[in-house]
């Protein structure tokens, strides 16, 4: 479970500041698919940066499985990064001469996974991401779009994090290949119960998710259920 309480972040630069999140508070249970959304400029990178703990807030917690992760050492968190959390960058961050497996076994190689289980794992991750086997090993530079970003989606699977977190996932993709990729995060959340944080500044993406949390001047201005989530045909999957 993921909980915040009264979350700030403030950016200095000499002598300036920017105040970008100015108290968030919100709790999200395990399994829930949660669009975070808001204007460009909002804070939703900044707020996805403190959930992934990949920084820290000013002030207030976060509570990550009830744990304080202000109070968690550097390797803890490195541990946490690797092992809980599964992260889809908008600019993907594959390496482009290098092939679809190497690409989604590189995490197990940094989280100390034996040799052995590389291959079958990665296999799993890129059949949930629904990335056809005969592109397995192909260069990433020799793939398409939303290829692309399924490669970068089993990525983040690889190491069976309970929580996904994704910025901006369609961002790149023509609207018919991003539904598809939208449908595959409601798979993994419906079929195998991961919780997933989706970051988009596009209301339509946002109603693929269960609840959607909106951000604005950094302040939650609204977090409801969405009950007109709308749901990706499995047979465009
Ligand atoms: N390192 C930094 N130093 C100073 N200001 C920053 C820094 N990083 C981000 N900001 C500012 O914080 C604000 C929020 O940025 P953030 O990246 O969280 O927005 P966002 O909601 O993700 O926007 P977008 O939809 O464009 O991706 C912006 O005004 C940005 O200029
Ligand atoms: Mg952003």
């Not at 399994?31 to 900044?46: H, L, N, Q, R, Y």
């Not at 990064?81 to 989604?104: C, E, P, W």
């Not at 539904?179 to 079929?191: C, H, M, P």
Request: proline share 3%.
């Amino acid at each position: 479970m993921i909980e915040c309480k009264n979350i700030t972040k403030v950016y200095k630069n000499g002598d300036e500041e920017t105040t970008v999140l100015k108290g968030v508070s919100f709790k999200i249970e395990d399994g829930e698919f949660v669009a975070i959304t808001g204007p460009s400029g909002s804070g939703k990178s900044t707020l996805m940066h403190i959930l992934g703990c990949l920084d820290t807030p000013t002030s207030g917690s976060y509570f990550l499985d009830g744990r304080d992760v202000s109070k968690l050492s550097d390797n803890q968190l490195a541990d946490v990064r690797s092992n809980q959390i599964g992260f889809v960058f908008q600019s993907f961050n594959l390496l482009s001469r290098t092939t679809v497996m190497r690409n989604v076994t590189l995490p197990l190689v940094y989280s100390g996974v034996p040799d052995a289980e590389h291959d079958g794992r990665a296999a799993q991750a890129l059949r949930a991401a629904g990335l056809p086997e005969e592109r397995w090993n192909f260069k990433s530079n020799q793939l398409s779009g939303g290829q692309i970003q399924r490669v970068a989606i089993a990525r983040s699977l690889v190491n069976n994090p309970s929580v996904i977190m994704a910025d901006e996932p369609t961002g790149n993709l023509d609207s018919k290949t991003g539904e598809i990729v939208l449908g595959t995060f409601q798979q993994l959340n419906k079929e195998h119960g991961a919780t997933i944080i989706l970051i988009t500044h596009d209301s339509d993406i946002a109603h693929h998710a269960d609840r959607v949390i909106s951000i604005k001047d950094g302040l939650i201005i609204e977090d409801k259920k969405n009950t007109k989530q709308k749901v990706v045909d499995h047979a465009l999957l």
